[in-house]
């Protein structure tokens, strides 16, 4: 993992150097050294990997579904083979602990598991007899070519739950990985050409938004994905809409945590931890904002802080550490800054976590360690804006309604977990919460792969969401076929014979 890395595209079976665009430096966030570039594919690049997915479709839809569906248990085997090379790519250029990198690729392999469901979740419907001879059918039919577009903090998640669904389907795919966090996709696309993929039917772009949007006004695609930021995701939601697209777009997150006063307070104190300061905060689960009743309020502030400062800031290789660094220097001030607005708006910074200890060999990486707010109320910046970095904003509340509230009145509807032993608020925060993914007694209220997983309000944008039958659905579109099945012996059958209004409904319409 030392040589320098140069991240190439993929088209038709090609590794490709990207010749018409720019490259951007490649860094490792551990170290903040460069270890590689990326290209940043121009318009005409994009457009030639569409119509490599094109040219792929006719014959990859016609491919017998079990057949598709081996190419799934392929590829879920030779993640399990490969884990720690795929769970290493991730922690190198995004930085993510190896601990955490090796717990999202493992759940890709869940994710394909689930993705072995298609020829049942795929199977159409049939009503026979609608009228004399005439039957209905309804078969979920592929799209063509769908797009995909990932955030820098998930490289292998979003692969997951895009493509084995999107090709599982029948549809053939072109997918732009974050310039920030390329190397998973590198490794993977190798992982598909080793198993025997046919060329064209996952092809990879790098770059930005440039290369995004050569697709809007490509007849040649049938939908675009994305998870990322609520901005890029209602800029992808104008572009496609324009041009009468499928979308599915996961946007941003600020999650709550309510804290009853019978909450299991180790349980608690370790989830908090993991979910507010894993991925140095850069989850969309992550839990951000804590609302806490008055009669656990000071016990609940004194073990978060014990616990916050007993973490290890460090090397996303390095075992010991809890945590590794921001992804860039950008992100590293964006959260510098979003502490000093809570200062300056009257929260009471009770940890700080800017220029935290870490080994010589990290001086120059991205770290920012374990930040802890109190005194913060609901309307502030930042219980408001999403900080995506290890910031934890507490809040006191009456009573379970008060928690509540501060989530209904917020923009975003990600996820929201609560910590509590009592059925009554148990049952009333997930019939209450305003979000999309409820979490009782746990940090990170992530949905297994067997369901659908996505926010509401300002985290979604459109209706879809990704796993589950959702991504089913999304990827194939409902063909109806009206059937009049004629006795080649009988010849033409009769005309309807006057009062079969059912007959003749079917044919007028
Ligand atoms: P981002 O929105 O900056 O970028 C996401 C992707 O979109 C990148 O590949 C980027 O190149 C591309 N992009 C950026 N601007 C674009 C534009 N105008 N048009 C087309 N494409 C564009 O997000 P990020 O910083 O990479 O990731 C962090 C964000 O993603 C956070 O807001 C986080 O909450 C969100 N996220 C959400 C989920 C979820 O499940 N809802 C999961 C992971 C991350």
């Known amino acids: 993992m030392t040589s320098y890395i140069k991240i190439k595209n993929h088209i038709n079976g090609q590794w ?13 966030p551990s170290t903040g050294a460069v270890i590689g570039e990326v290209p940043l594919s121009s318009v005409e690049t994009s457009r030639a990997a569409v119509a490599a997915a094109a040219d792929a479709f006719p014959a990859w839809s016609a ?8 190419y799934i248990f392929k590829m879920q085997q030779a993640m399990k083979d490969n884990l720690e090379m795929l769970a290493e790519s991730i922690a190198v250029d995004q930085a993510k602990h190896i601990a955490e990198a090796r717990g999202e690729v493992g759940r890709v392999i869940e994710i394909l ?14 009503v026979q007899g609608i009228a004399n001879n005439i ?12 797009c995909g577009v990932a955030p820098f903090n998930f490289p292998a998640l979003v692969f997951g739950w895009f493509i084995p669904f999107a090709i599982g389907t029948g549809n053939t795919f072109v997918y732009k990985p974050s310039t920030e966090s390329p190397l998973f996709m590198q490794k993977m696309m190798q992982l598909l050409v080793d198993i025997g993929l046919p060329d064209g039917v996952v092809n990879i772009v790098h770059g930005d938004r440039e290369a995004v949007e050569a697709w809007y006004d490509d007849d040649n695609v049938a939908g675009v994905c994305l998870v990322g930021s609520t901005p890029t995701a209602k800029a992808i939601a104008e572009g496609c809409g324009r041009h009468g697209k499928k979308t599915m777009l996961l946007g941003g997150a600020k999650n709550f945590a309510a804290v009853m006063e019978d909450a299991p307070m180790d349980l608690m104190i370790e989830n908090i931890l993991m979910s507010g300061y894993g991925s140095a905060g850069q989850r969309c689960l992550a839990i951000s904002n804590i609302a806490v009743v008055p009669e656990i309020y000071d016990e ?6 014990e616990a916050s400062r007993t973490v290890k800031v460090g090397d996303a290789m390095d075992p010991d550490a809890f945590m590794g660094p921001v992804i860039s220097a950008k992100a590293k001030a964006r959260v510098e800054n979003y502490i000093e607005i809570g200062q300056k708006e009257g929260a009471t910074l009770l940890l700080d976590g800017r220029n935290p200890d870490v080994a010589d060999a990290n001086k120059d990486g991205y770290f920012v360690g374990p930040t802890i707010f109190t005194d913060v109320t609901p309307c ?15 809040m006191k509340v009456g009573c379970i309604n008060g928690a509540l509230r501060a989530i209904k009145n917020h923009e975003m509807g990600n996820g929201a977990v609560i910590f509590t032993q009592n059925s009554f608020y148990t049952e009333k925060f997930i019939n209450e919460a305003d979000v999309g993914m409820v979490g009782v007694n746990v940090g990170i209220c992530a949905p297994h792969p067997y369901l659908p ?7 979604l944008v459109g209706n879809n969401k990704v796993q589950g039958k959702d991504a089913v659905d999304f990827f194939t579109q ?8 004629v006795d080649p012996k009988a010849g033409q059958q009769a005309p309807a014979a006057a009062g079969d209004s059912n007959v003749r409904s079917c044919v007028a319409s």
């Open 16 to 28: 490709l150097d990207e010749t018409n665009g720019q490259y951007e430096p490649l860094k490792n």
């Open 63 to 70: 491919t017998p579904l079990p057949k598709r569906m081996d």
């Open 113 to 126: 598991q689930m993705a072995c469901t298609i020829p049942a979740l795929i199977q159409g419907e049939t």
């Open 135 to 146: 039957n209905g059918r309804l078969i979920k039919a592929p799209l063509g070519v769908f």
């Open 300 to 305: 609940f502030i004194e073990r978060l802080l």
């Open 380 to 394: 502030m910046q930042i219980a408001r804006e999403e900080i995506f970095g290890p910031v934890l904003s507490i």
């Open 453 to 459: 997983f996505g926010g509401i309000k300002g985290s």
């Open 478 to 485: 409902n063909k109806v076929a009206t059937v009049r099945v």
